[in-house]
């Protein structure tokens, strides 16, 4: 049982690694790399190495995800919604 779950682990890690590197979208090359990052720290649980594990969540899918999704914001890749609704907004208008 345990080695068919770790083949489907490791599955979904070889299918986040390509969908990463094939995707266009910025912000969904980061939540892919963060469930990257927390299905490796499963894998290191189930390899008996919870301190690689904690490290692996915290650093790869906490303190690197973050630090991606405010490098997005500060190059203006990620707009708020209000920006996009006032951008709608003139479209609506000349309607």
């Given at each position: 049982?345990?080695?068919?779950?770790?083949?489907?682990?490791?599955?979904?890690?070889?299918?986040?690694?390509?969908?990463?590197?094939?995707?266009?979208?910025l912000?969904?090359?980061?939540?892919?790399?963060?469930?990257?990052s927390?299905v490796?720290?499963?894998?290191?649980?189930?390899?008996?190495?919870?301190?690689?594990?904690?490290?692996?969540?915290?650093?790869?899918?906490?303190?690197?995800?973050?630090?991606?999704?405010?490098?997005?914001?500060?190059?203006?890749?990620?707009?708020?919604?209000?920006?996009?609704e006032?951008?709608?907004?003139?479209?609506?208008?000349?309607?």
């Open positions: 049982m345990t080695e068919i779950l770790n083949y489907i682990l490791l599955g979904f890690l070889v299918v986040c690694a390509v969908s990463v590197s094939f995707s266009k979208n912000l969904n090359s980061i939540l892919i790399f963060m469930s990257y927390l490796m720290s499963v894998i290191w649980i189930l390899l008996k190495s919870p301190d690689l594990a904690i490290t692996e969540a915290a650093v790869g899918a906490g303190i690197t995800s973050v630090l991606f999704f405010i490098t997005l914001k500060k190059i203006h890749a990620i707009q708020s919604g209000k920006r996009e006032e951008e709608d907004e003139p479209e609506k208008r000349a309607e």
